[in-house]
């Protein structure tokens, strides 16, 4: 699953939701399962991610929904090999972007 988002600051808890089509309810779930994941609060509680956080989110989709992890399994593995989760993670993502162009190109030959 590839997140897309306009580039900017922070988002909304409803955005994030939709980018990764999932209840808000699970957002909130994770960001308090998970120590990774900090978005800031505004003055009336609302939580605002960050492109850190998104990316933090992807990769936390990532391993409990396409790999399988439990969130136990998923909590461990981010403490104990998060670097290398992450690089491997962010490989795997350009390369299905890669792998989408070229279909795009394909498909206009």
Known sequence: MHIDLPDKLYYSIGEVAKAFDVNTSLI????????ILKPKKNAKGNRRFTQEDVKNLELIYHLVKERGFTLEGAKTHLKEQKKKTLSNFEIIRKLEAIKAELFKIKEQL
Do not use: A, G, I, Y
Not at 28 to 35: L, N, P, S, T
């Open 28 to 35: 909130r779930f994770w960001d308090k399962e998970f120590d």
